[in-house]
């Protein structure tokens, strides 16, 4: 809530969201409760917007309930503000980080800028009055200016009036540095802002053995995700196929046999029942379960087998071992895509070129690359964001909407 005034300066429309998850009937009032504290932490920073609470079954939907309805008419927002899950790598749950990235895409398709902001905690608060320092905006891709309106807005509120502007560009190896800076000083002179400006000179060079090793974890922690996801699936399929068999094999042979059979051990719920069955049937071809209380010999071709718990784990993490084992030798001895590891290449230089310039700035401000379109490459993704903000203190992502322009008759 500070930011955001802070951002806007006292003018604008500012709309504060909040999804609650659940069904309208029975959130009825924790969304009213939602509304109240939401005004009061709103009144507490001295933030003038309005307060829009959604319920809805799934976060998610939520999220985008809100980017496509909220506001009225030409009342209407054209920039979300959201936080950067910085637990994403901890959390056992993947639904939040892919939330995240839903959450871009959907602003991205309402042709919306979206800020992602890393350590809002660490932000000032409006009570705060920052000293002399800088605002370092790196501006490697030209998203239609919102990267130097940003700090321009800034700086107009107190917090951020001692602060210094300053801007970084990257240049390759073939490019004219010194004509660029000059462009962009002459850009900076006709939107009449005041910033230093740097040309930084990115070398080609060969791919690091820390990037080939940080490419590597990347691709087996996902890895080991996926078989862990299937391994569990598979295991649920495998005692549900036993189930079916020994059951059917059940039915065929009382419907075949005359003498009767009695079980030595009888569950006294459904739950045991089931579980018995999983446990006591191991291979209907080369096990059969059956004890005649009054048949005293046992055929040559009849075999009687008792199956403890103990028995069925041992015989099935001895069938389970060398295809784990296989798992695992080819999970360390995998090979990382080349496209990945060019894509972390990029990621670790420009992470340690702004490292290297802007680790002491009051805020750095960096373009914000798209998410992948095939979603299977979303936690790479996160890995590779996660990369290019390491170091870093106070980081404002910005991605435009595509519709933003800023000129020199604004």
Same mark, same amino acid.
């Given at each position: 809530l500070s930011f955001t005034t802070q951002l806007k300066a006292g003018k604008g429309l500012t709309i504060v969201g909040n999804v609650l998850e659940g069904t309208y009937l029975t959130k009825e009032e924790e969304a009213k409760k939602a509304e109240q504290n939401i005004k009061a932490a709103m009144a507490a920073e001295r933030t003038k917007a309005f307060c829009h609470v959604v319920v809805s079954s799934d976060l998610r939907d939520g999220v985008s309930h809100l980017i496509q309805s909220a506001g009225l008419g030409g009342m209407k927002h054209n920039s979300v503000l959201m936080s950067w899950p910085g637990t994403w790598r901890q959390s056992?749950?993947?639904?939040?980080?892919?939330?995240?990235?839903?959450?871009?895409?959907?602003?991205?398709?309402?042709?919306?800028?979206?800020?992602?902001?890393?350590?809002?905690?660490?932000?000032?608060?409006?009570? $705060?009055?920052?000293?002399?320092?800088?605002i370092d905006v790196w501006w490697v891709v030209h998203d239609g200016g919102m990267l130097m309106l940003l700090p321009f807005l800034l700086r107009q509120h107190k917090v951020w009036r001692k602060c210094k502007m300053r801007i970084f560009t990257v240049a390759q190896m073939d490019d004219n540095s010194i004509q660029m800076k000059k462009d962009l000083q002459m850009f900076l002179y006709h939107l009449?802002?005041?910033?230093?400006?740097?040309?930084?000179?990115?070398?080609?060079?060969?791919?690091?053995?820390?990037?080939?090793?940080?490419?590597?974890?990347?691709?087996?922690?996902?890895?080991?995700?996926?078989?862990?996801?299937?391994?569990?699936?598979?295991?649920?399929?495998?005692i549900q196929s036993i189930t079916d068999e020994s059951r059917s094999s059940i039915r065929r042979k009382n419907q075949g046999a005359t003498e009767t059979v009695n079980l030595?051990?009888?569950?006294?719920?459904?739950?045991?029942?089931?579980?018995?069955?999983?446990?006591?049937?191991?291979?209907?071809?080369?096990?059969?379960?059956?004890?005649?209380? $009054?048949?005293?010999?046992?055929?040559?071709?009849?075999v009687h087998m008792t199956w403890t718990k103990d028995k069925l784990l041992t015989e099935r993490n001895?069938?389970?071992?060398?295809?784990?084992?296989?798992?695992?030798? $080819?999970?360390?001895?995998?090979?990382?895509?080349?496209?990945?590891?060019?894509?972390?290449?990029?990621?670790?230089?420009?992470?340690?070129?702004?490292?290297?310039?802007?680790?002491?700035?009051?805020?750095?401000?960096?373009n914000m690359p798209g998410p992948p379109k095939n979603r299977g490459g979303d936690e790479n993704y996160m890995e590779f964001l996660e990369v290019l903000l390491e170091g870093l203190n106070r980081v404002l992502l910005v991605r435009g909407g595509g519709r933003e322009v800023i000129t020199i008759y604004s």
């Open positions: 056992n749950d993947p639904i939040s980080w892919r939330n995240f990235i839903e959450t871009i895409r959907e602003t991205t398709a309402a042709h919306q800028a979206l800020l992602v902001a890393k350590n809002v905690d660490s932000f000032p608060t409006n009570q $705060d009055c920052l000293g002399e320092g800088t009449r802002l005041d910033a230093a400006v740097e040309v930084v000179e990115m070398h080609d060079n060969d791919i690091s053995a820390f990037t080939y090793e940080k490419t590597l974890v990347m691709e087996q922690r996902s890895q080991m995700l996926k078989q862990m996801h299937l391994s569990r699936t598979e295991r649920e399929r495998e030595s051990q009888q569950a006294s719920t459904m739950e045991d029942t089931q579980e018995d069955e999983a446990q006591l049937i191991h291979d209907k071809n080369t096990a059969s379960y059956a004890a005649a209380n $009054d048949k005293p010999d046992v055929g040559p071709d009849r001895r069938s389970r071992e060398p295809n784990t084992n296989m798992a695992v030798r $080819d999970l360390f001895s995998m090979k990382p895509n080349q496209s990945n590891v060019r894509r972390m290449h990029t990621a670790v230089k420009l992470n340690e070129v702004v490292v290297n310039k802007s680790q002491g700035a009051h805020l750095v401000l960096l």
